[in-house]
C-alpha cells in the first residue's frame, strides 16, 4: 500500500470508487414519484439551466467533480482544483419522468420565486430528491466495489474492510433518508403543506455561486457542536436544503427544513444572529455540501489565498473518510469561524423569515 507524503492511505479502490461514484449519477432512470409505473426517469437539473447561464462563459461552469485516482493525492494536500462542465451537464440527475418532472417543478421553473410555502417545499424537494437519488444508488455501488475483479496478488484487506464497513451505516442512512423522502412525497403529490421553516434572502445581484443542495449540520455557524442538541431531539439525518439561484429578478438564497428538526434551526439562528455571513455560508456550501456550481470569471479574480481556502474547504469531504485520526469536518468550522474571508459581495435586499423565526 502507498502512502501519500502525510500518511494518507492510498489504494486501488478509490480508481474503482471514484469511477463508479462519477456514473452512479446517470446509471439508473427510475422515476422517484412512480416508480417502475413510469416511464424512464429524464435528465433533469436540480440547478435550472436557466439560471446557470447566468454565470457560464462559453456555455460552461466550474465544479469540483468526483476525483479520479491519480487527482487524490493532490486533494489530500488540498489542491482540489475545479472543472469546467457544459451547463448542459452540471447539476443534473434522472431523478423523474417527463411527466411528473414538469407536473412538480414548473411552480418553481416557470413562476417567479415568492416564495409561496408551496415554492419552499418544492425548492427543498428537489435538493433532497437529488440527495436520495444518489444514496438510493450508492448501496449497489458499495458492493460492486467490494466484489469488483482485481489483480490475483492485490488483495488489500485493510479497505476490503474499509468498504465493508459502510454497507451497514448505508443501509441506515438510506432507511432514514427514505423515510423522509416518503413524507415528502406524498406531500408533494398531494399538494399538502407540511410544516416547513425557511429563511430567504432576496439578492441584488445574480450570485456567482450556484446550488441546491442539503446539509446535514454537525456545527451551527459559530463552530459550535451541535451533536448534543441532535441527541436530546432524537434528529435523524431530515437535513435543510440550500438553494442559490438566479431567477427572473436576479438572485435568492433559500434555506428551507422541516419544523421539527431543532438542529436545522440551531443553525439557521446562528447564521441569523450573525447579520446573515453569507461568507461564511459560502463556506459551509464549499466544505459540506455536494452540487454547488461557480462561474469562472469569479473564481478566477479571487486572489490565491482565497482560492486556496475555498479548495481546501472542498477537498474536506474527500479527506475526512480518508483520514480518521482528526475530525476534518470540525477542523473545517474552525477554520472557517477563524479565518473570514469575503468571497463575495452579493448586496441583500430584503429578508424573509416563516413565521417561527420572527
Ligand atoms: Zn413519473
Known amino acids: ?153 492485490h488483495v488489500p484487506t485493510e479497505a476490503l474492510e474499509t468498504v465493508a464497513s459502510y454497507f451497514q451505516p448505508q443501509v441506515d442512512t438510506l432507511s432514514i433518508l427514505e423515510k423522509h423522502f416518503e413524507r415528502m412525497r406524498s406531500d408533494v403529490v398531494a399538494k399538502t403543506h407540511p410544516k416547513l421553516e425557511y429563511l430567504f434572502i432576496r439578492l441584488g445581484c445574480v450570485p456567482d455561486v450556484m446550488c441546491s443542495t442539503l446539509l446535514m449540520p454537525l456545527y451551527d455557524i459559530e463552530g459550535k457542536l451541535l451533536f448534543q442538541l441532535a441527541k436530546e431531539c432524537n434528529a435523524t439525518c431530515q437535513a435543510m436544503s440550500i438553494t442559490l439561484m438566479q431567477d427572473s429578478v436576479g438572485g435568492f438564497l433559500l434555506l428551507t427544513w422541516y419544523d421539527k428538526d431543532a438542529v436545522a434551526s440551531a443553525f439557521v439562528r446562528t447564521f441569523i444572529r450573525g447579520g446573515y455571513d453569507i ?58 469561524v477563524n479565518h473570514p474571508a469575503t468571497y463575495v459581495n452579493w448586496p441583500i435586499l430584503s429578508v424573509t423569515k416563516s413565521a417561527a423565526l420572527n
Open 1 to 153: 500500500m502507498k502512502n501519500t507524503p502525510r500518511n494518507l492511505p492510498l489504494n486501488a479502490y478509490h480508481a474503482i470508487a471514484s469511477k463508479k461514484i462519477r456514473h452512479i449519477g446517470t446509471t439508473h432512470k427510475i422515476c422517484l414519484i412512480g416508480r417502475g409505473c413510469c416511464p424512464n426517469a429524464i435528465k433533469s437539473h436540480s440547478v435550472p439551466v436557466a439560471s446557470l447561464r447566468g454565470i457560464a462563459k462559453d456555455g460552461h461552469v466550474y465544479a469540483f467533480v468526483s476525483p479520479v485516482h491519480a487527482e487524490l493525492q493532490n486533494i489530500y494536500n488540498c489542491e482540489y482544483q475545479p472543472t469546467r462542465l457544459g451547463i448542459n451537464e452540471a447539476s443534473t440527475y434522472f431523478g423523474f419522468c417527463s411527466t411528473h418532472d414538469d407536473a412538480i417543478f414548473s411552480e418553481i421553473e416557470k413562476r417567479d420565486v415568492e416564495p409561496t410555502d408551496n415554492q419552499a417545499l418544492l425548492f427543498h424537494f428537489r435538493a433532497y430528491s437529488r440527495a436520495f437519488y444518489q444514496n438510493a444508488n450508492s448501496g449497489k455501488m458499495l458492493h460492486e466495489i467490494h466484489e469488483a475483479q482485481r489483480p490475483a496478488d
Open 279 to 336: 461568507n461564511r455560508l459560502i463556506a459551509v456550501v464549499f466544505g459540506a455540501t455536494v452540487n454547488f456550481f461557480f462561474s469562472e470569471s469569479w473564481w478566477e479574480k479571487l486572489d490565491d489565498e482565497r482560492r486556496e481556502m475555498l479548495m481546501y474547504y472542498a477537498s474536506v469531504l474527500i479527506i475526512d473518510p480518508a483520514d480518521t485520526s482528526r475530525d476534518h469536518i470540525q477542523i473545517m468550522y474552525q477554520a472557517l
